[in-house]
């Protein structure tokens, strides 16, 4: 897989997560626990220096503990 192609997308992806996170007021900690995963990887998720994909599941429960779409995290900010 070409990862540098597709680098401004996770870059993307994790700084739409951290955005979403912080407006809800859940810490980094807190969605890793209600999505079943640890803080650790909801950490480099959101890292906009790592490269890092996660599984569309994963993305559907950050969504959904988030309140928003999958769209919202995927799309660009511009």
Not at 5 to 11: E, G, L
């Amino acid at each position: 897989m070409d990862t540098d192609k597709y680098r401004d997308h996770f870059i993307e992806l994790g700084l739409n997560i951290k955005f979403y996170r912080n407006k809800k007021g859940l810490t980094q900690e807190q969605l890793a626990e209600a999505v079943h995963l640890s803080k650790q990887q909801i950490s480099r998720i959101e890292s906009p220096n790592t490269m890092n994909s996660t599984t569309l599941q994963t993305l559907y429960l950050i969504a959904d503990e988030l309140d928003v779409s999958i769209h919202q995290l995927i799309k660009p900010n511009k």
